[in-house]
Nanobody, 112 residues
Framework: VQLQASGGGLVQAGGSLRLSCKAS????????MTWYRQGPGKQREWVAA???????NYVDSVKERFTISRDNAKNTVYLQMNSLKPEDTAVYYC???????WGQGTLVTVSS
């Protein structure tokens, strides 16, 4: 099983990025998928989740700005991030946490 996260980069405050998490060896359509992040000097925190049924949930700090989605045909989960803030700076990880599968992380840096 592999989860390959990509799409991170440097963006100015107010900008947007879309992260991708390509899964192999496991189906994203039948597993709850989660995005986490770990900012500099901070603990890892849960950001967004999608159930196998397509329900979504977000940490309060990203509601109305971030959207989690998936493309079953591409076996990929996305995190669309809009109106980015400097405090969103972090390494973002996708995970099937209940099964212990984690991607390698992709760095998002938001400049003020």
């Amino acid at each position: 099983v592999q989860l390959q996260a990509s799409g991170g980069g440097l963006v100015q405050a107010g900008g947007s990025l879309r992260l991708s998490c390509k899964a192999s060896g496991i189906s994203v359509s039948v597993n709850p998928m989660t995005w986490y992040r770990q900012g500099p000097g901070k603990q890892r925190e849960w950001v967004a989740a999608m159930t196998s049924g397509g329900g979504t949930n977000y940490v309060d700090s990203v509601k109305e700005r971030f959207t989690i989605s998936r493309d079953n045909a591409k076996n990929t989960v996305y995190l669309q991030m809009n109106s980015l803030k400097p405090e969103d700076t972090a390494v973002y990880y996708c995970a099937i946490a209940h099964r212990g599968y984690w991607g390698q992380g992709t760095l998002v840096t938001v400049s003020s």
